[in-house]
């Protein structure tokens, strides 16, 4: 194993100590392991707050900020936040309208989740919980029972966290993050496993000549393993699977992620959301809205994820809104 870190039980924390020092504008509690607007609590607006494992940079830390996340808690890599730090991260950021959870469907997150929203309305904070189940590609898997939250986890953090921005109630901000998901869908693929800095070596066996196709993002098995084959066909396989779960028709305006695994090069990410164009506009839909890079990371995986989510005006106007966070950013 070859990693640029200084000890395995040290690369969150010190990882943290980097994003703080690199941005300003968050406020980093690196012993208690949360990331946090700098100007917040902001009094008056619901405030947003997701969690999750590290390993999956910049996904969740680095969405926070002015127009996405007010605070983001990163367990170890590849394990849930525990309930404390999601405690401390929704209190630290209500400024009296509330708290929306964004919480991917990993039973260990929504547990803890869970707990937390129990333990900070017993102090009075009102709390609403907002699960992404997007992934299309297995019901169950090792870490979850139904759907896996994935890559539209990001767009309900910017949708909502745009609404948010506006001023909007905790059950609108809620409402509207709940739509994004439910028109969201997504769809993995592995080339290779990932290397976690505790384990030193790769999590899975996958051969040279062999690809995995729906793989979750802590490297959880997908639906079949295949020969390596072109990026059209293999895009094919994906958009076939999320069509067949959510159809894309004629008229219909698409918000699309190509999303990198942490070891893929842009150049191949953008081969395939070519693809991904040519597949939508066969059925006469329309790309209106993109992103291609590393998002929703699994380490050094090499291989992507493909995100569709069906937008109408509000959501698109939403989208559009400022944000000004480490790793999205525009409109500011």
């Not at 986890?153 to 998901?181: C, H, M, Q």
């Not at 081969?271 to 059925?283: P, T, W």
């Amino acid at each position: 194993m070859k990693k640029l870190i200084n000890a395995a039980d040290r690369v969150v924390k010190d990882a943290l100590e980097g994003l703080g020092a690199a941005h300003p504008e968050l406020r980093v509690d690196v012993a208690n392991q949360v990331v946090y607007r700098a100007d917040s609590p902001v009094s008056g607006k619901v405030a947003l707050v997701s969690g999750g494992g590290a390993g999956h940079e910049p996904l969740h830390g680095g969405f926070v900020g002015a127009g996405m996340l007010d605070a983001a808690c990163p367990g170890e890599v590849f394990t849930s936040p525990v309930p404390d730090q999601m405690l401390a991260a929704t209190k630290g950021v209500d400024g009296g309208a509330g708290v929306v959870h964004v919480v991917k469907n990993y039973t260990g997150d929504v547990m803890n989740f869970q707990l937390a929203a129990e333990m900070a309305a017993d102090e009075g904070v009102k709390v609403e919980s907002v699960l992404v189940n997007d992934d299309v590609a297995v019901e169950d898997s090792l870490y979850t029972a139904g759907r896996r939250g994935t890559g539209a986890t990001l767009f309900v953090e910017k949708i909502a966290g745009a609404l948010a921005e506006k001023g909007a109630d905790l059950a609108s901000v809620a409402a509207v993050a709940r739509k994004v998901n439910e028109r969201s869908r997504s769809f993995g693929i592995a080339l290779t496993s990932c290397t976690t800095p505790a384990a030193g070596k790769p999590n899975f066996d996958l051969p040279d000549d062999e690809i995995e196709l729906g793989i979750g993002i802590h490297g959880e098995p997908g639906r079949t393993r295949v020969k390596l084959t072109s990026a059209a066909e293999i895009t094919k396989v994906a958009t076939d699977a999320i069509f067949d779960d959510y159809p894309f028709d004629k008229g219909d305006k698409a918000l699309v992620m190509v999303n990198g695994m942490g070891g893929t090069p842009l150049i191949e990410l953008y081969v395939v959301f070519n693809e991904v164009a040519k597949e939508l506009a066969a059925h006469g839909a329309e790309v209106t809205r993109s992103l291609v890079g590393d998002y929703v990371t699994s380490l050094d995986m090499a291989g992507c994820s493909i995100t569709l989510c069906k937008l109408d005006d509000e959501l698109t106007e939403l989208w559009d809104a400022p944000v000004k966070t480490p790793a999205l950013r525009w409109g500011v």
